[in-house]
């Protein structure tokens, strides 16, 4: 299933009014459903970050779970969506730049965040989350942004989804026949390249300069000379 060359993402559209959170419900239903169905929910109560991090989730916001069903877990599928929403908010007028390993910002603020998460060899779900037009809460104003705040006028939220959803078909299809492609494009929308990063890891801290995201994914560090190797997975990037 899915391993054509058609179009599969958003073959079906679960449209929800409220949800704990999308990929939970998608979790819940993936092996019943054929892959590239969507959830797709108006607020969620409980939207999820990486380690149970809260995603503030208010009506106006895009929040959406693809799910997928590759041949083999890779995590590079995180970057499917990335770059999906990176195309989609270039169409809208704006500059974003990949935060690897999982967020989307434009402007020095996050505007989206991806959340992969499944089960091998069974499906992978894509939580994708993109503040549209949605109010950013007091706490997060300075670190999180929206596109109606960037562009000042509220956006057709299916327009966006639309468009959205015409970039994943597109990238989940480079990603499975050429994701050496994939990467390159990765690498060239990554904008922590060349600047200095915090690594966060449970208790281990590493600090050094982020020369190059590699092939399978991981994040080349350069720490006083020396190249590291950082793999995808729970860590924290903070920029200087
Ligand atoms: P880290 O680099 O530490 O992983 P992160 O930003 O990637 O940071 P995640 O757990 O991936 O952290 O994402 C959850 C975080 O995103 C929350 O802790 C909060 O700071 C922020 N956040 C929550 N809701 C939103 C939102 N709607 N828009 C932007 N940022 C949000
Ligand atoms: C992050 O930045 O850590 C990822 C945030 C992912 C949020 C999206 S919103 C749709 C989907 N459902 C969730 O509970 N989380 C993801």
Redesign the pocket.
């Known amino acids: 299933m899915g391993e054509g060359r058609g179009i599969s993402v958003g073959i079906r559209v679960i449209s929800l009014d409220e949800v704990d959170s999308t990929n939970e419900y998608a979790k819940k239903i993936a092996r019943k459903v054929p892959e590239g169905t969507v959830v797709l929910a108006k607020r969620q109560t409980a939207g999820r970050?990486?380690?149970g991090?809260?995603?503030?989730?208010p009506e106006g916001?895009l929040w959406m779970s693809v799910i997928l069903k590759p041949q083999r877990v890779d995590s590079r599928l995180v970057f499917v969506g990335a770059l999906a929403v990176v195309d989609t908010l270039s169409e809208f007028g704006l500059s974003p730049g990949i935060k690897w390993p999982?967020?989307v910002w434009v402007a020095g603020r996050?505007i989206a965040?991806i959340l992969t998460e499944g089960r091998a060899g069974e499906y992978t779900v894509l939580g994708i989350?993109l503040?549209v037009n949605n109010p950013?809460p007091p706490e997060?104003q300075g670190?999180?942004v929206s596109m109606l705040e960037l562009i000042g006028t509220p956006l057709p939220l299916d327009r966006v989804l639309e468009r959205l959803l015409f970039h994943l078909n597109a990238w989940y299809r480079v990603f499975k026949e050429r994701p050496g492609l994939m990467m390159a494009k990765v690498r060239e929308r990554t904008f922590i390249l060349g600047r200095t990063v915090k690594i966060i890891q449970d208790y281990n801290v590493l600090i050094g300069r982020a020369v190059d995201v590699l092939d399978d994914g991981s994040l080349l560090l350069d720490i006083d000379g020396q190249l590291r190797r950082i793999l995808y997975g729970d860590v924290?990037?903070?920029l200087f």
């Open positions: 970050g990486r380690k991090r809260r995603w503030e989730s916001g999982n967020d996050k965040g989350g503040n950013i997060l670190d999180a924290s990037l903070r």
